[in-house]
Structure formats: structure tokens, C-alpha cells
């Protein structure tokens, strides 16, 4: 029986030294430094990004709210070119019928009366 509880404690020693952590080990103010150090260039690195790539953003999309004008112009433009092209060509019919009827009206005998 001695020997079972010999055996039971030194299980428990060997439990309780395995089963303590390592003290956590202290950073240094140096250490503590470099890592704000590194975390702040890491920061103004992305923030950089960041901006560049709004910048860009901001560039395409000026540039397709100008190529959408410029369409819009030039439909606008085509519309009024259509407008005018249409009023002329109705002038124009306006012009023909009336020296038709001129030109039929004066080839057309006065009808003679006895």
C-alpha cells in the first residue's frame, strides 16, 4: 500500500510541474517602441493606399460623368440638327407645291365664255 501512495504523490509532483505555464516573459520599453513604431508605419502605409485608391476612384469617375456630357451634347446637338433639317425640308415641300400650283395655274386655259 506504501507503494501505491509513493506512486500517487510522485504522479502528483509530476502533474503539478508540467502543468505550470512559464511566467510571461516582459517586453521591454525598447521592444514596446519598435512595435508602436512598426504598427504606426503601418498605419500612414494603408492610409496612403487608401487615398490613392479613392483618388483614383474619384479620377474615373470624373472622367465618365465627362464622357457622359459630352453624349448627352451630342444628342442634344443631333436632335436640333434633325429639327432644323426637318423644317427646311418642310420649307422646301412648301416652295415645290406652291410653284406647281403656279405653273399648273398658269398652264391651265382660262375657260372661254360665249
Request: aromatic residues 2%; without cysteine; hydrophobic residues 45%.
Amino acid at each position: 500500500m506504501t507503494k501505491v501512495i509513493a506512486t500517487l504523490i510522485a504522479g502528483l509532483f509530476a502533474t503539478a510541474a508540467f502543468a505550470q505555464t512559464p511566467a510571461p516573459a516582459t517586453t521591454t520599453p525598447a521592444a514596446a517602441k519598435a512595435e508602436a513604431k512598426e504598427t504606426k508605419v503601418a498605419a500612414k502605409a494603408e492610409a496612403k493606399e487608401t487615398k490613392a485608391a479613392v483618388k483614383a476612384e474619384a479620377k474615373t469617375a470624373k472622367v465618365e460623368a465627362d464622357a457622359k456630357k459630352d453624349v448627352a451634347v451630342a444628342q442634344a446637338d443631333e436632335k436640333a440638327d434633325k429639327a432644323d433639317a426637318h423644317a427646311k425640308a418642310t420649307k422646301t415641300k412648301a416652295k415645290a407645291h406652291a410653284k406647281a400650283e403656279k405653273t399648273e395655274a398658269a398652264a391651265t386655259p382660262a375657260p372661254v365664255t360665249k
